[in-house]
């Protein structure tokens, strides 16, 4: 079974600075994919950005970049330039790759990071 | 495009009675995964069903029951209520489930409250 940890439940930062949110996971499985999601208080789960486990190069969605570790299981989100309408509770997530048709694609989520932006 | 729809908003029941909880994915998708959230936790997964059939399914009782429509929409159905179902319930819907290159796209859910 995989397990998500976030060990920071609160975090703040003022506008236009960089944060950095942290995740730790657990897994026997080599190929897997690792997400960060944001939930703002209208409760929709937004995708932030992807990472695939076998590509050694770090995603970067614009502001979003992540620092993936996989011999130490990590996986942190940077936020630059922080904005008002990041702030928002942001989940990471694993899921280990199954074939078209497949077992569950299930996702395992940590408990979250409610993150403040302060004007 | 329409995103992933929930029905209803939220609902209110009471203990031992039935609930039934509806999702339409995004057009073209063909996995439908259900989520538990209770309050000041991450989603917990109960079921997903791909083309039409159960394809996984997490640690929940046999009370929780789901099933998906040859248009791929999906209920979510729990008998016998307990407080401890209060929760919001999420459906994300993907167009190929458990392939990474196909995110999971969420709903807006549905708060259940069992008093």
């Known amino acids: 079974a995989q397990t998500v940890t976030q060990s920071q439940p609160e975090m703040s930062v003022q506008e236009a600075e960089t944060v950095t949110l942290s995740c730790t996971y657990d897994?026997?499985?080599?190929?897997?994919?690792l997400f960060w999601y944001k939930q703002p208080p209208s409760r929709q789960m937004i995708l932030v950005i992807r990472?695939?486990?076998?590509?050694?190069q770090n995603a970067t969605e614009n502001r979003f970049s992540v620092n993936f570790q996989k011999a130490a299981k990590s996986f942190s989100l940077k936020i630059s330039d922080s904005q008002l309408g990041d702030t928002a509770m942001y989940f990471c997530?694993?899921?280990?790759?199954?074939?078209?048709?497949?077992?569950?694609?299930?996702?395992?989520f940590g408990d979250g990071t409610t993150l403040t932006v302060k004007p | 495009d329409a995103g992933v729809t929930q029905s209803p908003t939220h609902l209110i029941k009471t203990r031992g009675q039935h609930v039934t909880l509806r999702c339409s994915p995004i057009?073209?998708?063909?996995?439908v995964s259900w989520y538990q959230q209770v309050l000041g936790q991450g989603p917990q997964f109960i079921f997903q069903?791909?083309?039409?059939?159960?394809?996984g399914r997490g640690n929940f009782p046999d009370r929780f029951s789901a099933r998906q429509f040859p248009n791929y929409s999906s209920e979510l159905n729990v008998n016998a209520l307990l407080l401890g179902d209060s929760a919001l319930y999420l459906c994300?819907?993907?167009?190929?489930?458990?392939?990474?290159?196909?995110?999971?796209?969420f709903g807006n859910g549905t708060r259940l409250t069992v008093t």
């Open positions: 994300a819907s993907s167009f190929a489930g458990g392939q990474g290159n196909s995110p999971l796209h």
């Open positions: 897994t026997s499985e080599n190929n897997y994919y």
């Open positions: 990472q695939e486990a076998y590509k050694q």
């Open positions: 997530a694993f899921m280990k790759h199954v074939y078209l048709g497949g077992n569950a694609g299930k996702s395992t």
């Open positions: 057009s073209g998708h063909k996995s």
């Open positions: 069903y791909y083309e039409k059939e159960e394809r």
